[in-house]
Each structure stands twice: as C-alpha cells, then as structure tokens.
C-alpha cells in the first residue's frame, strides 16, 4: 500500500483526492492544509485520518512515502526540498516553482537524494495530446504549428471553486508554463527561439490579464499562444495541432480534427482522466524505481523558457 500525504486542501487537492481514489493500493494518511477550517473539513469529506497545518507533522505519520504538493505556488519550492529532505518522493503541481532558481534548487535536491520527484505537467497525459504523441512518435505526424488559448474570466483574486485566493496567480509562470513544456515534449526538440508581449497590469493584483507568447524549436516548427484572465467567454485552453498530415484541435480530453470531426480517444489510456494518469504515472515510477514522465529534470527545460520569457518582458 503506497501511503501519500497531500499537501493543499484546495480546488486542485481535491481533483487528486478524486483521482487516487481510481488507483489501487493507494491510500492518502495525511493532508496538510493552509487553514484550519477548510482543511478539517476537506479531511472528512475524503475520510483523511490525520489532518495538520504543519508539512513536518503531516510527513512524520507512519509509513508516508511520498507527497503530491498541490499548495500556493509561491511555496512549491520550499515544500519539496522540505519533502526530499525528509526521505519522501515528491510530485509537484504546476508550475513546480515560480523562478528558474528554485526550480534549479529542486532538481539539484532531487539529484542529490535520488528519489522520484515529477511536475504536474498534466497535458503531456490527457489522452487527446497522448493520441497526438503517440502519432508523432510513430512518425505519421510532425508539428508544423501549434496554436494555443488559454482563456479566463479573472477580475478578482479567486480560485477555481470562486474562492478567495492567499497568493496571486500568473499567466507566465503557470498557465504558459503548461503549453511550453507540451510544445517541446510533442516535438522533442529544445525552444531555441522565444518572444513574447504583455498587456497592462491590473492596479491590484500587480500582474499582467494579457499576454502573448511565440515559441520556435530546433526544426522551424512554431508555437503562437495567446493568454487572457480577461476573457469572458469559453474558459480553459484550446490547442490546434497543424501538422504535416493534418490539422487536431484539442480541447481538454476531446479531440477533433481540422472539420471537427470527433475521434474516439477513449482507449488511448486506463482512463480518461488526466490527472488520474499523471497520478498513476507517480506511483508506477515510485514503485518501479525510475524516472516519470514529467519528471523534475524534464520539466526544467521550460522553466529555464519561461525565464527567458520573462526576461523579455521585463525589459
């Protein structure tokens, strides 16, 4: 029985409560929270015997053998040298850090201790960009484009459950972070070309509600994404695959092509949901004793995109 400690009672804590309860052998012992109230009640909901604010506390109940960091992201650091330091794996959710610094601090941990740590880079399981790779690694496509929009509708500082948020969310080191680490995974090439343009900041949150991002790899292929927390419209990010021999949209896990003509992804994994897969993915590397996919030092390479990236728009 692999015995996890959660750490984060929010909207994307709860969405791998769900998840792991679809995986077997599998029990969450521990979870730890940012306040007292939310976090016993989230705690009941899932029958979580031991709840606790305090990561050392949750970690230290017997048998715990590995975190899933789902916190404030402005935290994600610290946490995960916390977990390896205490002997523990660690999956980090997205982004697994907020600097190319830390991010470099926790791979250098993991290297160190050599114990499972992975990044919550969710797309690279959903089953309609897993179909898309799976044909490019057969060779029958090659990605000439892809055009991506990650769109919300966020005015106010709140989560997804439309609850007040403690720390301030961000178009670049979070939601681009997701489409530049797929865009190098589905051409498995390295992003050696990067531009990128920003709108106005809010007056209260400090950050950027627009963005525009452009990303070239080794071979030409491109990649246009476009970023908004000022879209009041469909929420959620959309991909179009262009590729040498046809054009996919995908759109979470449904997958149409360029005449949105459905394709049936449903056998493509043991689910078809995402983050039941990338879970699934953490446990089989613990318990196979390998590197995941989406490992710490995979994700690192679109850390180090996302710090040229902002490089460009701070100048």
């Not at 898309?132 to 005015?155: C, P, S």
């Not at 709108?199 to 970023?227: Q, R, V």
Request: glycine residues 8%; charged residues 20%; hydrophobic residues 40%.
């Amino acid at each position: 029985m692999m015995k996890i400690c959660m750490v984060g009672q929010g909207a994307f804590g709860q969405k791998h409560l769900d998840a792991l309860k679809n995986i077997p052998d599998v029990e969450v012992v521990s979870l730890v929270g940012g306040t007292e109230e939310s976090t016993r009640e989230v705690a009941e909901k899932y029958g979580i015997p031991f709840w606790t604010l305090d990561l050392a506390e949750g970690l230290a109940q017997p048998g715990v053998d590995a975190a899933i960091i789902t916190s404030p992201t402005p935290i994600h650091a610290a946490q995960a040298l916390q977990v390896m330091d205490a002997g523990k794996h660690v999956m980090i959710e997205i982004p697994m850090t907020d600097s190319l610094a830390d991010a470099e601090a926790v791979c250098a941990k993991q290297q160190e201790t050599g114990l499972v740590a992975m990044a919550g880079h969710t797309r690279r399981f959903n089953p309609s960009h897993q179909w898309i790779h799976k044909k490019i690694v057969a060779g029958e496509l090659k990605i000439q484009q892809m055009d991506v929009q990650t769109y919300f509708f966020r005015r106010q500082n709140l989560n997804a459950l439309g609850q007040a948020r403690s720390w301030t969310d961000h178009l670049l080191w979070h939601h681009a972070c997701h489409t530049v680490d797929l865009f190098a995974y589905q051409t498995g090439e390295t992003i050696v070309q990067v531009q990128a343009l920003q709108g106005p900041k809010h007056p209260e949150l400090g950050i950027a509600m627009d963005m525009s991002i452009g990303l070239k790899s080794e071979s030409g292929a491109i990649c246009t994404l476009s970023l908004s927390f000022n879209n009041n419209g469909p929420l959620g990010s959309f991909f179009r695959y262009i590729c040498d021999n046809g054009t996919y949209l995908a759109r979470y896990d449904d997958l149409v092509d360029g005449y949105e003509k459905p394709i049936d992804v449903s056998q493509v994994d043991v689910s078809m949901n995402g983050i039941e897969l990338q879970d699934r993915e953490f446990i089989a590397a613990i318990k196979e004793k390998r590197e995941p996919n989406a490992s710490v030092q995979q994700a690192l390479a679109a850390m180090r995109v996302l710090d040229l990236l902002e490089q460009q728009l701070e100048n």
